[in-house]
């Protein structure tokens, strides 16, 4: 399961409306082996393409170098589909390559300009990608890591 | 002296798990095939069939990314550090 809290959440969400109709790209970087994604990094998608992504190959160093700094891993790395649902493609689970990942795919196919207006319907879903195989998870989003896990929370599925 | 590699969390099952290895050689070639008769299969994992980078397989030496510097045929040395990094891509 995919635990995260609201703001990263609302985050990815509105990165991916904001690029549309390109594909949006990014990662949440978190403590090794913490499997919390604390830390939101949007990443330039520089296809720029409504139908791939790719991390440009500069910016991928740099932000490998500062998660290893920070001893951090890419807890989710996401990425939005523009015209399709929100499931790996082939293409995706080709070239899943971090396996202790959650790879959260966001569909922009049918979204309004904000969150709540009629016709909003913005998919988000996570998966795990290890050696070709996709395994759907469910995802719990908490309103806060910062004081423990609060009750307050909803589970989508 | 020896040239330092980083190793991606995918390809660690070829080096028993060292996130960093060490290898010699005067080009990136070189050095691949160094590497990989100390940890059996990863070259498969760096190079094509036809002997060139996979496309998706972000090499730099000493962070510059080694498609601009002439791919397998960039020169290395001693000192120098190699990253490997899998692309970070999709459809």
């Not at chain 1, 409306?17 to 994604?37: I, L, N, Q």
């Not at chain 1, 719990?140 to 307050?152: A, I």
């Not at chain 2, 996979?54 to 510059?64: G, P, S």
């Amino acid at each position: 399961m995919l635990r995260i809290d609201r703001a990263t959440y609302d985050a990815i969400v509105a990165h991916a409306r904001e690029d549309h109709p390109d594909e949006a790209c990014g990662v949440v970087a978190g403590p090794e082996a913490s499997d919390r994604p604390e830390r939101f990094i949007p990443m330039l998608n520089a296809a720029r393409s409504p139908t791939f992504y790719e991390f440009d190959s500069a910016d991928l160093l740099r932000l490998y170098r500062e998660m290893d700094d920070r001893d951090e891993e890419p807890v989710v790395i996401y990425h939005s589909h523009t015209a399709t649902e929100a499931y790996p493609s082939r293409t995706d689970v080709g070239l899943a390559s971090e396996p202790n990942a959650h790879y959260v795919l966001v569909s922009t196919r049918h979204h309004g300009e904000q969150t709540g207006l009629a016709g909003d319907e913005v998919e988000f879903r996570s998966f795990r990608i290890v050696d070709a195989v996709v395994t759907e998870e469910d995802v719990e989003v908490v309103e806060s890591y910062l004081f423990g896990h609060s009750p307050t929370t909803v589970v989508y599925d | 002296m020896a040239i330092e590699v980083r190793i991606p969390t995918i390809l660690r099952t070829h080096t028993g798990g060292s996130k960093t290895v060490e290898g010699d050689g005067d080009t990136l070639a070189a050095l691949v095939d160094d590497l990989d008769a100390k940890h059996p299969g990863l070259k498969n994992r760096l190079v094509t069939e036809e002997g060139k980078l996979h496309r998706f397989v972000n090499v730099y030496v000493n962070d510059e990314d080694v498609r601009f510097t002439g791919a397998l045929d960039t020169q290395v040395k001693d000192g120098d550090s190699v990253t490997i990094l899998p692309a970070v891509a999709g459809g």
